[in-house]
């Protein structure tokens, strides 16, 4: 029933680095493009970061220079590393696969930045 796993989060201090993964567990990943959101307290999921199945990406405003996502189809996975991280980076962090063939989305994953 889970199509998406996400792990690599945890807690950090202001400035440091985090590498989130996606693992895809019952579809071929080639043909999906794949993003990150994230979901803050009482906040609604935003986008992060997308890569296109031809490994086009982009990125919203605040994380521009700070992230980059990947991803290694014949590994069926999904990266997003994180550097200088800040406090309103903190948020669960899901990830996402979508198709003509399906829309799939993990349970997600903490991030929080604090000193």
């Known amino acids: 029933q889970v199509q998406l796993v996400e792990s690599g989060g945890g807690l950090v201090q202001p400035g440091g680095s985090l590498r989130l993964s996606c693992s895809a567990t019952?579809?071929?990943?080639?043909?999906?493009?794949m993003s990150w959101y994230r979901q803050a307290p009482e906040k609604g999921r935003e986008l992060v970061a997308s890569?296109?199945?031809?490994?086009?990406?982009e990125y919203a405003t605040p994380v521009k220079g700070r992230f980059g996502i990947s991803r290694d189809d014949a590994k069926k996975t999904v990266a997003l590393q994180m550097h200088n991280l800040k406090p309103e980076d903190t948020a669960v962090y899901y990830c996402?696969?979508?198709?003509?063939?399906?829309?799939?989305w993990g349970r997600g994953t903490q991030v929080t930045v604090s000193s």
């Open positions: 996402k696969a979508q198709s003509p063939y399906g829309l799939y």
């Open positions: 019952l579809f071929t990943l080639k043909t999906y493009d």
């Open positions: 890569i296109t199945s031809g490994g086009e990406t």
